[in-house]
């Protein structure tokens, strides 16, 4: 397999995905606040007061760039025949509280391919510093307005449409947070991987911190097979309102020390919803992680 395919659209394959879905079991919400500074943590408040407590117009939104340190021309990969972006696009699709899906690149060859198989485009400027700032970019070109904007990540190309709809749902039920996202359990050969990042959260539902490195970390600097450790998988919704002001909010020091960009809105003093799912994540981060995928896929007859 070429992981520099030249992109070639397919049709979807539904009974594909009604597979996937179907091993999806009902998410459990989790969740943490972090601790900040007084002034920042009114300026917080102050913010939430002046929003909604019900969004219910929602935009999924899927930024893609060519350009990456780690994987160049990562959405065009194919996986089993088509390229990475279209099966993204394709699981999206089926999710039931998005009123609108569009792709958001920089990159004349990834908008091509998406047209090619029926996705909507937005352009955006290549100066966008991360997938957050890509996704209200494209906010603002959009003729209608939302609520709810959903940044659905390309390279989970098996992401279950009941954690797009969860992540909704949680953000629509927590008026008081401006920002969803999902973890699922890590596996322990993953625990050492910085690609796979890390997430703790409170009883309360909301989360914590995110890292690179393995969270809790005991003092025998070993993986406690008996703690449940939690992935991120990536998927983060954002109240629009707030989507408009996050570019705006300076660097943080643990966002640029972990590279993290949802750090940098828990140490500004807002509240993240996480939900707990029971998902197979399936990231892309690497070439060899294709040849993995495609493995997992052809095991249980995903096309």
């Known amino acids: 397999m070429n992981p520099m395919s030249v992109c070639s659209s397919s049709s979807s394959s539904s009974s594909s995905s009604s597979s996937s879905s179907n091993n999806t079991k009902a998410w459990i919400v989790h969740g943490i606040v972090a601790g900040v500074s007084i002034v920042v943590a009114l300026g917080a408040r102050a913010f939430l007061s002046r929003s909604g407590k019900f969004r219910s117009r929602v935009v999924g939104?899927?930024?893609?760039?060519?350009?990456?340190?780690?994987?160049?021309?990562?959405?065009?990969?194919?996986?089993?025949?088509?390229?990475?972006?279209?099966?993204?696009?394709?699981?999206?699709?089926?999710a039931t509280l998005l009123d609108h899906i569009v792709v958001a690149t920089d990159d004349d060859k990834i908008a091509e391919c998406c047209r090619g198989f029926g996705a909507d485009v937005i352009m955006t400027s290549e100066s966008?510093?991360?997938?957050?700032?890509?996704?209200?970019?494209?906010?603002?070109?959009?003729?209608?307005?939302?609520?709810?904007?959903?940044?659905?990540?390309?390279?989970?190309?098996?992401?279950?449409?009941?954690?797009?709809?969860?992540?909704?749902?949680?953000?629509?039920?927590?008026?008081?947070?401006?920002?969803?996202?999902a973890v699922t359990s890590l596996k322990a050969e993953d625990a050492f991987d910085p690609n796979r990042v890390k997430c703790v959260v409170d009883n309360q539902g909301y989360a914590i911190y995110f890292s690179r490195g393995l969270i809790p970390?005991?003092?025998?600097?070993?993986?406690?097979?008996?703690?449940?450790?939690?992935?991120?998988?990536?998927?983060?919704?954002?109240?629009?309102?707030?989507?408009?002001?996050?570019?705006?909010?300076?660097?943080?020091?643990?966002q640029l020390e972990e590279d993290l960009e949802q750090l940098k809105v828990l140490e500004n003093g807002y509240k993240m919803k996480v939900i707990k799912v029971d998902h197979e994540a399936?990231?892309?981060?690497?070439?060899?992680?294709?040849?993995?995928?495609?493995?997992?896929?052809?095991?249980?007859n995903l096309s």
């Open 217 to 254: 970390h005991n003092k025998s600097g070993k993986v406690n097979l008996h703690f449940p450790y939690m992935l991120h998988l990536g998927i983060q919704s954002y109240d629009s309102k707030f989507l408009k002001i996050y570019p705006e909010l300076q660097p943080t020091p643990l």
């Open 282 to 300: 399936h990231g892309v981060d690497t070439p060899e992680d294709v040849e993995k995928i495609e493995s997992y896929m052809r095991e249980r």
């Open 61 to 94: 939104i899927i930024p893609a760039r060519f350009a990456s340190s780690r994987f160049e021309g990562k959405p065009l990969v194919h996986i089993l025949g088509k390229p990475m972006i279209q099966r993204t696009w394709e699981r999206a699709k089926l």
């Open 128 to 181: 966008c510093r991360n997938g957050t700032e890509r996704c209200n970019e494209a906010l603002q070109k959009l003729e209608k307005k939302y609520d709810i904007v959903v940044n659905i990540q390309g390279d989970e190309p098996l992401i279950e449409p009941e954690i797009i709809d969860g992540v909704v749902k949680a953000l629509q039920a927590a008026p008081d947070a401006v920002f969803s996202t």
